[in-house]
C-alpha cells in the first residue's frame, strides 16, 4: 500500500511499504508523473537568461521517518531548548537555545569510538564517533527528552511551561501487542 502527497506545483512525495512491489509501484508513480510534467512542460526558462533550458529531475529514496521524530524534535527546540536559554544563567552569562543544545547531547550522548582502519595504517584504531539525536529512535528520543528536562529542572532550576498534553504528544508509547488468534477466540 502506498500513498502520495503533494507537497506544492513541483514536489510530491510517495511512501510505500518496503516490500517489493510497493517499490516498484512507487517507482512507476513517481516516472508517470515525471512523464506527465515533462508532457506538460519540457523546457523551463532560464530566469539568467531567459533561454529555455531542458528539465533537471530528482528522485530521493530513503527511509520514512516516524511523525513522532518530527514532532519530538520540534518540541525540544520550540519548548525546551528556548526556556532553559530564558531562565538560567551560568557565571552571569546567559546562553542561547542551540548552545544549551549542544551542551545537552554531549551531557546525556557522549561520543562513542568506532575502530577504523585509515589509509597508511596496518591496523585499524578508535576513532571518535560523534552521536547525533537524529540517529535515535522514538523512544530513545523521548528518553533524551526527560533527561534534559528532569537536569533543568532539577539541577538549573528551571521552571517549565508547557501547553496542556505537549508533552504527552510527543512522548514514546509502546505499540499495543496484538493478542494470539487462540486468546482472542478464548475471549469470544
Do not use: C, N
Request: proline residues 4%; without cysteine.
Amino acid at each position: 500500500m502506498s500513498r502520495t502527497v503533494v507537497l506544492d506545483d513541483l514536489d510530491f512525495v510517495v511512501a510505500t511499504a518496503g516490500t517489493r512491489e510497493g517499490l516498484h509501484a512507487a517507482v512507476t508513480r513517481m516516472y508517470e508523473h515525471a512523464k506527465a510534467r515533462v508532457a506538460a512542460s519540457p523546457d523551463k526558462v532560464d530566469h539568467d537568461t531567459g533561454e529555455l533550458a531542458p528539465r533537471t529531475w530528482r528522485f530521493i529514496f530513503g527511509e520514512d521517518t516516524d511523525d513522532v521524530t518530527v514532532k519530538q524534535r520540534g518540541f525540544l527546540h520550540a519548548a525546551v531548548f528556548p526556556q532553559i536559554a530564558e531562565q538560567v544563567s551560568v557565571g552571569g552569562v546567559r546562553y542561547t537555545a542551540e548552545i544549551w543544545k549542544e551542551h545537552m547531547r554531549r551531557l546525556f550522548l557522549p561520543d562513542r569510538f568506532v575502530m577504523r582502519r585509515l589509509p597508511g595504517h596496518k591496523r585499524a584504531t578508535p576513532q571518535r564517533v560523534r552521536v547525533s539525536t537524529e540517529d535515535l529512535t522514538v523512544k530513545q528520543y523521548s528518553e533524551h527528552i526527560d533527561k534534559v528536562i528532569a537536569h533543568a529542572t532539577t539541577e538549573l532550576g528551571v521552571t517549565f511551561h508547557f501547553q496542556a498534553d505537549e508533552r504527552e504528544a510527543v512522548r514514546y508509547r509502546r505499540p499495543a501487542r496484538k493478542q494470539p488468534k487462540q486468546a482472542a477466540e478464548a475471549a469470544a
